[in-house]
């Protein structure tokens, strides 16, 4: 006999469904900075050292980009990968590990050999699979 109550009755308790989490002023505080951050907000004139201030006219112009952004152009390729790798993982689902039983009940049965007798026409048995 299943408990509680029926699939589909209303809900009688708890939050509310779409009620967010309670904010902090540190939530508050690092959201703000984080978007701040990936804003495209800055220009090449923005910038005062004049070597980056090329690299980022070379990149993007007159067009805007984030601080974000600028450090990416300022990183080697191996710290590139890394960062983006690390913010993949906020943003998609982690994938699940695939484990796969390769054990062989007969020690002296290939898997060359056991294809062989399939091709054959032989059937194999359920145990010696």
């Known amino acids: 006999m299943p408990k509680g109550k029926p699939k589909g009755s209303p809900k009688t308790g708890g939050r509310q469904k779409g009620t967010p989490n309670k904010d902090t002023s540190l939530k508050s505080y690092l959201r703000k900075h984080s978007e701040a951050y990936f804003a495209p907000s800055m220009t090449y004139a923005d910038i005062q050292d004049e070597n980056l201030q090329k690299v980022a006219y070379d990149a993007y112009g007159t067009d805007e980009f984030s601080k974000f952004d600028l450090d ?8 590139k990968i890394q960062a983006e790798l690390t913010l ?42």
Do not use: F, W
């Open 72 to 79: 990416l152009l300022c990183c080697k390729a191996d710290d």
């Open 88 to 129: 993949l993982k906020y943003h998609t689902p982690q994938m699940a590990a695939v484990a796969a039983d390769m054990t062989v009940k007969e020690a002296n049965t290939t898997i060359s050999m056991r294809l062989e007798r399939l091709a054959n026409g032989e059937e194999i048995a359920p145990d010696e699979e």
